[in-house]
């Protein structure tokens, strides 16, 4: 039962190069998420997908863009990597709804920006 | 004010101690709260989800407080397995956004 897998799990990138995280999940869950987390900072959501068809902005969304693929696949993208974007990513996936259930984490991608 | 605030730590107790956890929460309207852990380098995993009346699960007891806007976290009798960074994570009265603390590390000493 893999759950959450995300890939790849280590990236180095130039600033200025773009890159897309991957994120699929096999639970049928309707809720996707991408945080990113920080020293000190705690997990700072991203984007996040209620439902498929559909994204909203979460608390950190500049700089990324997002792609609810179909209900299983939601990937995030690097346009153009910034040194401030080197931090552990994070895709959950969750149940969703007005009650929320339990979160579902992927392993993260360990991005470094030089 | 932040959504969600934990002290950060860390806190160092001995084997066998009884230690406690609280965070707030601004939004009054959220519904569903949760305590997940988070070991070193490794993704955030469930703990237990937090209840009205209160719930328990072998050494670990939440508590949501709703009228004063906190949940706790108490685990009574520390294993050194124990040790690791507990995340208080609310939902912010949206349906499916969940919003994590920054988390309190714990670290369980013989």
């Known amino acids: 039962n893999a759950g959450v897998t995300q890939t790849p799990k280590f990236q180095v990138l130039k600033t200025g190069q773009s890159m897309t995280l991957q994120c699929a999940q096999d639970m049928n869950h309707n809720s996707m998420y991408w945080y990113r987390q920080d020293p000190g900072m705690g997990l700072r959501l991203i984007y996040y997908s209620a439902s498929e068809g559909t994204t909203d902005k979460g608390e950190v969304p500049n700089g990324y863009n997002v792609s609810r693929l179909n209900k299983r696949e939601f990937s995030l993208r690097l346009e153009s990597a910034a040194p401030s974007q080197t931090s552990v990513y994070f895709c959950a996936s969750s149940e969703g709804g007005a009650l929320n259930t339990e979160a579902f984490f992927g392993q993260g991608t360990r991005l470094t920006v030089v | 004010r932040k959504e969600v605030e934990q002290d950060p730590g860390p806190f160092n107790v001995p084997e066998g101690a009884t230690v406690a956890f609280n965070c707030t929460y601004s939004n009054s309207a959220s519904q569903s709260f949760f305590w997940y852990r988070q070991d070193c380098r490794k993704e955030p995993k469930l703990l237990m989800s937090v209840y009205s009346s209160g719930n328990e699960d072998g050494r670990f007891t939440a508590q949501l407080n709703r009228a004063s806007q906190y949940i706790s976290l108490l685990i009574r009798d520390s294993k050194l397995s124990d040790s690791a960074t507990y995340l208080c994570?609310?939902?912010?009265?949206?349906?499916?956004?969940?919003?994590f603390g920054t988390g309190t590390r714990l670290q369980v000493t013989l």
């Open positions: 994570v609310v939902d912010t009265g949206t349906a499916s956004k969940l919003t």
